[in-house]
């Protein structure tokens, strides 16, 4: 298995564009999770899904953020209007339950300006 | 207070010592518990994880839980230069998942 796939690596874009990250998991994990990591703030946990399913969207930090994941194979992050304190990196990771290991993948540097 | 708190670092640790990291947890009802190894510019991989109070050894690396204290450590023997990275706890009860920020290992060539 290629491992967790996320598209594109880097995103550079201006303040109030829409932003759309992707994840592609690994093949047979039920879970997936979308997380942010700064300097200021570690790595946080955005939503997580099961089976599809959103479980846990606290950590969204608001409207502007929205994740779907419509099949098991693919999720997207979106953020809309996008503002300069988005500016960070997006991981998506899976898992095959929540006791289990998660597999991070590259992850996305987003910059906006 | 923080749920799930490391020291940042840098802790800096010569080549050949035994490194030792910690986090403290503040949910009692914790009950499970990673450690992650993050490269600078990389993704986290898990190094070990604990479910137990105790000790868990996998070569180089020990883990060590104490619920009742409600910390947990992980020591790594005979320290190697590319040791040096961040390592993140993460904390899991239920559902619900915390890390914290993360330790800088730097070791000392």
């Known amino acids: 298995d290629a491992g967790v796939i996320q598209s594109p690596r880097h995103e550079v874009t201006e303040m109030g564009q829409e932003v759309t990250l992707r994840c592609k998991p690994i093949?047979?994990?039920?879970?997936l999770f979308w997380y942010r990591q700064t300097m200021m703030r570690g790595l946080e946990l955005l939503i997580y899904f099961n089976n599809n399913v959103p479980i846990d969207d606290s950590g969204m930090p608001e409207d502007r953020f929205s994740a779907k994941m419509p099949n098991a194979s693919f999720s997207t992050l979106k953020i809309q209007p996008s503002e300069p304190r988005d500016s960070a990196v997006y991981f998506c990771?899976?898992?095959?339950?929540?006791?289990?290991?998660?597999?991070f993948g590259p992850g996305t540097r987003l910059t906006v300006l | 207070q923080k749920e799930v708190e490391q020291n940042s670092g840098p802790l800096s640790v010569p080549e050949g010592a035994i490194a030792s990291l910690n986090c403290t947890y503040s949910d009692r009802g914790s009950q499970s518990f990673f450690w992650y190894r993050q490269y600078s510019g990389k993704s986290p991989e898990l190094i070990m994880f604990i479910y137990s109070n105790g000790d868990k050894e996998d070569g180089r690396f020990t883990a060590q839980l104490n619920k009742a204290s409600q910390y947990v450590s992980l020591l790594i023997r005979d320290s190697q230069p590319s040791d040096s990275a961040t390592y993140l706890c993460a904390v899991r009860r239920d559902d619900k998942i915390i890390f914290g920020k993360g330790t800088r290992l730097h070791i000392l060539p």
């Open positions: 990771a899976s898992s095959l339950s929540l006791q289990n290991e998660q597999f």
């Open positions: 093949s047979g994990h039920d879970y």
